[in-house]
């Protein structure tokens, strides 16, 4: 998986891209590190570039949402339609844990 973060006035802006599974654990830490240091209330977590993701990408992406929620941010995410991603997330009904934008 690789990633790249962006800050832009109060938003910031993390794009991933390739599989989020259980064995990238350590890029989702410096994730949540990049994020903490960057200024912005609302993070935008863009997995449009996501080729996979299992229960494990999952819970990372709730770990995302947990630390910035504790600092009052507020997260969201951009995923391509159809795919499995939109798969799994529709199946796990994610949009209503993390809401879904354009």
């Known amino acids: 998986m690789e990633y790249r973060c962006t800050s832009s006035g109060e938003t910031i802006e993390v794009f991933l891209l390739g599989h989020l599974v259980v064995k990238v654990n350590k890029d989702f830490q410096r994730i949540n590190s990049d994020i903490d240091g ?10 449009t570039g996501v080729e996979f993701i299992d229960s494990a990408g999952l819970g990372f992406l709730l770990e995302i949402k947990v630390t910035a929620e504790k600092k009052g ?7 391509s339609e159809g795919g499995q991603v939109a798969t799994m997330l529709e199946v796990a009904h994610f949009g209503g844990v993390i809401p879904v934008v354009q």
């Not at 960057?38 to 997995?47: E, P, S």
């Not at 941010?73 to 995923?79: G, K, P």
């Open 38 to 47: 960057q200024d912005g209330i609302n993070i935008v977590l863009d997995l």
């Open 73 to 79: 941010r507020e997260v969201s995410m951009r995923v």
